[in-house]
DNA sequence: CAAATATATGAACGTATGTTCATATATTAT
DNA sequence: ATAATATATGAACATACGTTCATATATTTG
């Protein structure tokens, strides 16, 4: 009886379980959410959708490497595109993604 | 005239325009949320908090893996700590996270 | 104090990630 | 058809990341 504290190690409460796949889904949305150069592509696109050259200028970098970003961004619904004649527009797919970058504002800019 | 509109290459309208820090914190804050393991340590928190061996445990990981994690939730201000004896709890820092978390879920979840 | 328990941490290792470069595709104009 | 423009993509490279292993620190127990 006088170590029945020791002995109950862990008392296990059953947590929210999600599916492991929902999981690596999840992982994966906010993995493209965590560069800052992927960041700066949906800030670019907040206001009107643009064309890659547009994004690429506005960041000073390769549309090359802007491209890369935004089929990774379109594989994961982030942004929608259009094509119009030799250019192709890119806007925000919906309002989660203002919602989830709002919501992460707001967590880094409340600390000190 | 007849080439004005090959001429307007970019309408450069005034984007969303946050400081550079503010972007890279962003992302730092995102990449804490882009990996499946530590989505799964977020989760475990979400009733209650643990300490690192039940956690360990629960994930079926070493309980260096884990402290490493939590070491990183740590310093981005995920999670918070309290020691008591030799064990040391951890919990949710604050509701973003789990706004965040949500927000994320809704997302994956609306897509078919 | 020594042993046991719980957690933390540094180094190492393989893998994933982001950019660049070169090249390919698509559309329009001549 | 050829040239010009806009975008896409594969390979390569350097860097970042996550886990493991070994070891260190901290607390409690005997």
């Known amino acids: 009886m006088k170590h029945s504290l020791k002995i109950q190690k862990h008392i296990c409460k059953p947590s929210l ?3 492991e796949e ?5 992982a994966d949305l906010f993995k493209v959410f965590g560069d800052s150069t992927r960041l700066r592509i949906l800030c670019a ?10 994004i690429a ?3 000073g970098m390769t549309h090359s490497a802007i491209s890369h970003q935004l089929r990774f961004l379109k594989q994961n619904k982030l942004v929608t595109n259009r094509r119009n004649g030799k250019t192709i527009f890119y ?4 309002e989660h993604v203002r919602r989830i ?8 800019q409340e600390e000190v």
């Open 17 to 19: 379980k999600l599916p």
């Open 22 to 26: 929902t999981l690596y889904d999840l």
């Open 45 to 54: 696109l907040f206001d009107s959708e643009q064309c890659v050259q547009h």
């Open 57 to 59: 200028d506005e960041l």
């Open 91 to 94: 806007a925000l797919a919906d």
């Open 101 to 108: 970058f709002d919501q992460g504002l707001e967590h880094i």
